[in-house]
C-alpha cells in the first residue's frame, strides 16, 4: 500500500477523490490534502474522512510516498524543490513548472540525487512512447495545433475579442513563448515539448473558433521521411487531466505496465 497526499484541492483533485472512493486506487491511501483555498482543502479532507491540512509543510510531514500536483505552474515551482528534498515521488499536472530549461535541470539533478521520480501525467496528450521513441531516432519536427472557444483566453496577453465571431489563428510560436502567455491554457505544449525537441524548438498554434466546446490537441512529429505521426484528442472538459492522474497511479501498481 503507497500512500498519497493532494497538493490542490480543485475539479481534478475531486476527480482523484471520487474514484479513490469507488475503490478504484486499491493500492493507495490518500493521507489528506492541501491548497491556499481553506473552504475547499477542508471540503476535500472531510471527503476522505482525515484530519484537517492547514499548511503545506504539515502535507509533507505525512511522509507520502506520493505527492499528486494539481494547482497551477507558479505554485508548482514555489514548492517542487521541497518535495523531492523530502524524497516525495512527484505526480505532475501543471507541466509548464518544467518550461525554464534552467529549473528543468535543477530539479532533474535533485530527483537523482534524492532517487525520486517526477510523473508527468499525460491530461490531454496522447503518444507519449511513441515521441519518445522518436527523439532516439533522430526528431525533426514537433508541433502541436490547439482549438478552443476565444473566451478561454480572456485573461491571457492574447485575448482579442474582435474575434469572438470569427475563426482566427490567436498564437504562433514556440512552447516556451506560449507557456509564456497562457501560464495554465497550454500545459500540453509543454508536454509535448519536453517528449520531443524542447519548449524552444517546438511550434505551437492556438486557433480559436466561436461556440467551441472543450479542446482540441493535433500533434505532428516526424523523424524526416522515415516516421509520421499524427495524434488527435478532443475533450469538452478538462476531467481527462483528472483521470489521467488515476490512470497513471494504476499502471505504477500493476504487474504489467503499458
Request: hydrophobic letters at 40%; one cysteine or more; a neutral charge.
Amino acid at each position: 500500500m503507497k500512500n498519497i497526499v493532494l497538493f490542490g484541492s480543485g475539479k481534478l483533485a475531486k476527480i482523484i477523490v471520487d474514484c479513490y472512493k469507488k475503490g478504484l486506487l486499491k493500492d493507495y491511501k490518500i493521507l489528506g490534502c492541501y491548497s491556499k483555498t481553506k473552504e475547499h482543502r477542508d471540503y476535500i479532507n472531510d471527503l476522505l474522512n482525515v484530519k484537517r491540512i492547514d499548511s503545506f509543510n504539515e502535507l509533507l510531514n505525512l511522509k507520502p510516498d506520493y505527492l499528486i500536483e494539481a494547482t497551477n505552474p507558479s505554485s508548482t515551482k514555489d514548492v517542487l524543490e521541497d518535495v523531492i528534498n523530502k524524497k516525495i515521488n512527484v505526480i505532475l499536472l501543471s507541466i509548464g513548472a518544467l518550461s525554464d530549461e534552467e529549473f528543468y535541470k535543477k530539479i532533474e539533478n535533485k530527483a537523482k540525487i534524492n532517487n525520486v521520480k517526477i510523473h508527468i501525467a499525460s491530461g490531454a496528450i496522447s503518444g507519449f512512447q511513441v515521441l519518445n521513441t522518436m527523439r532516439l531516432m533522430g526528431i525533426t519536427e514537433s508541433k502541436l495545433i490547439n482549438t478552443k472557444n476565444m473566451q478561454r483566453l480572456k485573461n491571457s496577453p492574447i485575448y482579442n475579442e474582435e474575434y469572438l465571431d470569427k475563426e482566427y489563428v490567436a498564437f504562433k510560436g514556440t512552447a516556451y513563448d506560449a507557456i509564456t502567455n497562457l501560464p495554465t491554457g497550454i500545459n500540453v505544449g509543454v508536454a509535448t515539448a519536453l517528449a520531443t525537441l524542447g519548449v524552444h524548438n517546438t511550434n505551437i498554434e492556438i486557433i480559436t473558433k466561436p461556440n467551441y466546446i472543450g479542446d482540441s490537441q493535433h500533434i505532428k512529429a516526424s523523424c524526416g521521411d522515415d516516421v509520421k505521426v499524427s495524434l488527435d484528442v478532443y475533450s469538452s472538459t478538462s476531467d481527462i487531466a483528472g483521470y489521467s492522474v488515476v490512470a497513471l497511479l494504476i499502471n505504477l501498481a500493476s504487474p504489467i505496465e503499458f
